[in-house]
């Protein structure tokens, strides 16, 4: 149970069976009346943000999450095996409860999902990844003044910008929380 006294930006509770995160909150004392909480609050399953108010003192629910590190092994029909890595236990989720960067996955990958009832409802990348650059246009000399930027599919399958002097085969470091080409790894 939380009070909304222990709130704080980015605590989780739950409401009506389902994970929530608080994204802003704000405690009101009315010169008439009891003093309340105003909240918005960002679903961890599917990412709506709703607002609510709350007596001061109430208490909430706190969702039963589990954040896991699990090692990336392969995916198969759009179902994405992972292996745990204490216990070696394989779990195989589909791509709709990974959330965002399934797409920076690849094989060997440690990273940290955040589980709810044994459901997926989100994953946390490291900061960088390494990928292969599978498909690019070529570069042409003398398209930019200052140097520019063309699309690029890397080995994941993801898409991002790179300089227009990187070729197919160069492998690139990628920032997971923007999806943007660092540098040459």
């Given at each position: 149970m939380i009070s909304t006294?222990?709130?704080?930006?980015g605590a989780k509770l739950e409401l009506e069976g389902e994970p929530f995160t608080i994204i802003e909150f704000q405690h009101v004392k009315p010169g008439k009346g009891g003093a309340f909480v105003r909240t918005k609050l960002k679903s961890l399953r599917s990412g709506n943000v709703i607002e609510r108010t709350y007596r001061s003192g109430e208490k909430l629910p706190t969702p039963d999450l589990d954040e896991r590190e699990m090692t990336f092994l392969y995916v198969e029909g759009g179902q994405y095996t992972f292996m745990d890595t204490t216990t070696y236990e394989q779990l195989t989720f589909d791509r709709d409860h990974l959330g965002d960067g399934w797409d920076l996955l690849k094989e060997n990958m440690t990273v940290t999902l955040l589980l709810h009832d044994g459901t997926p409802i989100?994953?946390?990348l490291p900061i960088f990844v390494e990928l292969k650059?599978?498909?690019t246009d070529p570069g042409v000399r003398g398209d930019t003044a200052s140097g520019g930027s063309k699309p690029a599919t890397l080995e994941s399958g993801a898409m991002i910008k790179v300089p227009l002097y990187l070729d197919e085969g160069v492998i690139v470091k990628v920032d997971t929380r923007?999806?943007?080409y660092v540098e040459r790894a």
């Open positions: 006294s222990e709130f704080r930006n989100g994953m946390e650059v599978v498909k923007t999806r943007e």
